[in-house]
Structures are given as structure tokens and as C-alpha cells.
């Protein structure tokens, strides 16, 4: 299985290693044509803004929304949740609006910037570390999208049929089992379109 990180700002080699630590072969995608031949994308986390200026910049935004649409898995943490989000609470620039999810930026106030909690995420850990930094929520989700977690009431990770996001960043953690669930669903994916070419 083959999984691109995209590397135009953000925490990416952090996401390389756990993906290689589950199992799979995890490159930095920098321009459009290393797409080509990929299962799966993550789109870190980071300064979403910075992201988006890039993406349009080096063509990804059109790209990645081909790469969604041939049901190829994507799983964005934090800023790539934002990325991956259908609308911005009062903001608007370029993101690819793929998930049926409103969010909202720096939603945990100040005082709580970074934090980490231990959250239940059922079907996937009872006991995930999850690392809070500057973290937007999910305000509202459409009726094709399941709630994964929710911390404090606030959803905080969800999925919509090969789409993933989380408001934390698991790949600041030793633990794989998140990124070993995006693998999951990459195989899964990627079984029902072999069948569909047949
Ligand atoms: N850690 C992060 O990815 C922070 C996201 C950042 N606050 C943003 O809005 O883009």
C-alpha cells in the first residue's frame, strides 16, 4: 500500500513514520504528478491558510479533488481536517470543501491552545492519546458523516465513506492504531475499485 503525505507545509514526517511503523510505504508528496500510483493521502496538520495558498499555488486543490473522487482515501489532522472541510465558520479561502462538515478554527479558546486528553474512539482505541494543538471542532456534519469521537460534547473526529478527519494529531504519538484505521480503509477502497475495473 502505497501513501502519500503532503508536504507543502506542516507536520509531515511525523505522519511518514507512523505510517511506515503500520505497515505501509509513506512518501512526502511535493507536486501533483507523485499522486499517480497512490492508495491513499494525509494532509497534515499545520497553518491550514499556508496549506491552501499552496495548493492552489502548485495545482493540488484541482488535483486532490480528482484523487477524492476516484474514491481514493484521504485523512486530514487538524489544519487538514480544515482543508478537508465543506465550510470555514466565517472564513473562506481555498480548501477542498470534500466532507459535508462545518468547522471552526482555534475553537478551543486560549487557555486551552494545547492540551492532551485520553479519548475513547469506539472501533478504533478506548484510550487514545489525543494532542490538542490550536485544534478547530466540527460545529455541524452533514447526514452522510459518522461522529467518531466527541471531547466535551464537541465532535472532535469523523468519517465520511473514504473521507477522515481528526481535530488532534495522532502522529504526534507512538500510537498507530488511527493511522492503522485509515489503512484499513485504504484496503477497503482500494478492494472495491479493483472490482470495479474488472
Ligand atoms: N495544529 C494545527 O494544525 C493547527 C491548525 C491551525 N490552528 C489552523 O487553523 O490552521
Not at 491550514?48 to 499555488?57: R, V
Request: charged content about 25%; proline content about 3%; glycine content about 10%.
Amino acid at each position: 500500500m502505497k501513501i502519500g503525505v503532503l508536504a507543502l507545509q506542516g507536520a509531515v514526517a511525523e505522519h511518514i513514520r507512523l505510517l511506515t511503523l503500520a505497515g505501509a510505504e509513506a512518501i512526502a508528496v511535493k507536486r501533483v504528478e507523485q499522486l499517480d500510483g497512490l492508495d491513499g493521502l494525509v494532509i497534515p496538520g499545520g497553518e491550514s491558510t499556508a496549506i491552501g495558498k499552496l495548493m492552489k499555488k502548485y495545482g493540488f486543490d484541482t488535483a486532490l479533488r480528482e484523487f477524492s473522487a476516484q474514491k481514493k482515501p484521504l485523512f486530514g489532522t487538524c489544519a487538514g481536517l480544515i482543508i478537508l472541510a465543506g465550510e470555514i465558520e466565517g472564513q473562506d479561502w481555498v480548501h477542498l470543501g470534500l466532507m459535508d462538515i462545518k468547522v471552526a478554527r482555534n475553537a478551543f479558546g486560549r487557555q486551552r491552545e494545547s492540551f492532551e486528553v485520553d479519548l475513547p474512539i469506539p472501533g478504533i482505541a478506548e484510550d487514545f492519546r489525543a494532542v490538542f494543538i490550536r485544534a478547530p471542532l466540527i460545529r455541524e456534519v452533514g447526514d452522510d458523516v459518522d461522529i467518531l469521537v466527541r471531547h466535551n460534547g464537541e465532535i472532535v473526529a469523523a468519517r465520511q465513506g473514504h473521507l477522515l478527519c481528526a481535530s488532534f494529531h495522532p502522529e504526534l504519538t507512538d500510537d498507530l492504531r488511527m493511522h492503522a484505521y485509515f489503512l484499513e480503509m485504504v484496503k477497503e477502497y482500494r478492494s472495491q475499485t479493483a472490482v470495479g475495473t474488472v
